[in-house]
T-cell receptor
Framework: EAQVTQNPRYLITVTGKKLTVTCSQN?????MSWYRQDPGLGLRQIYY???????DKGDVPEGYKVSRKEKRNFPLILESPSPNQTSLYFC?????????????FGPGTRLTVT | GQNIDQPTEMTATEGAIVQINCTYQ??????LFWYQQHAGEAPTFLSY????GLEEKGRFSSFLSRSKGYSYLLLKELQMKDSASYLC????????????FGAGTTVTVRA
């Protein structure tokens, strides 16, 4: 089954404790992206990656890091989480061809930072 | 950057029609998307418009006017399962990988 998976689905952590949210897709997609979703603000893009070893900042990259060492994986790293990073996070992918437009979203990771 | 506006909430009756408007102001435009998101779930793709006009897909239709910076999503023959949030998103002309989303419109369908 074609899918995007994220782990963990739920996480409660404390300020300053480094964490990683994993994202993996099995569709051989070139493009992957991370979003956060907050009430009243909608989905905001954090980082995206056009291919292996190619990443760029989205609209709200501060406090986050990403890496793309393999095509299928795109982990999101919070080196020192803060309460304002409490949010619902989505990973997404698409095949990256010029006419591709449908993004496939993972199930989401609900993060709480206390 | 992108500035995307859509109503916060709408309510309609089962079997009726609802139109969700989206207006945008952009520094560059290369397509507009509509996604559906049920509570607690991931967004799922509904439609994509890059040229002016109406795209129909079953009970859902999406319209775009690039000159007016305006789109709408039309939901016909509403069903209870259509109760969800509907997200309007614009793709940046200079960067196919950058998507900017509106805050979403929560549609409640009542019996």
């Amino acid at each position: 089954e074609a899918q995007v998976t994220q782990n963990p689905r739920y996480l409660i952590t404390v300020t300053g404790k480094k964490l990683t949210v994993t994202c993996s897709q099995n569709m051989n997609h070139e493009y992957m992206s991370w979003y956060r979703q907050d009430p009243g603000l909608g989905l905001r893009q954090i980082y995206y990656s056009m291919n292996v070893e190619v990443t760029d900042k989205g609209d709200v990259p501060e406090g986050y890091k990403v890496s793309r060492k393999e095509k299928r994986n795109f982990p999101l790293i919070l080196e020192s989480p803060s309460p304002n990073q409490t949010s619902l996070y989505f990973c997404a992918s698409n095949d990256g061809t010029p006419n591709s437009y449908e993004q496939y979203f993972g199930p989401g990771t609900r993060l709480t930072v206390t | 950057g992108q500035n995307i506006d859509q109503p916060t909430e709408m309510t309609a009756t089962e079997g009726a029609i609802v139109q969700i408007n989206c207006t945008y102001q952009t520094s560059g435009f290369n397509g507009l998307f509509w996604y559906q998101q049920h509570a607690g779930e991931a967004p799922t793709f509904l439609s994509y418009n890059v040229l002016d006009g109406l795209e129909e897909k079953g009970r859902f239709s999406s319209f775009l006017s690039r000159s007016k910076g305006y789109s709408y999503l039309l939901l016909k023959e509403l069903q209870m399962k259509d109760s969800a949030s509907y997200l309007c998103a614009v793709r940046d002309r200079g960067n196919d990988y950058k998507l900017s989303f509106g805050a979403g419109t929560t549609v409640t369908v009542r019996a």
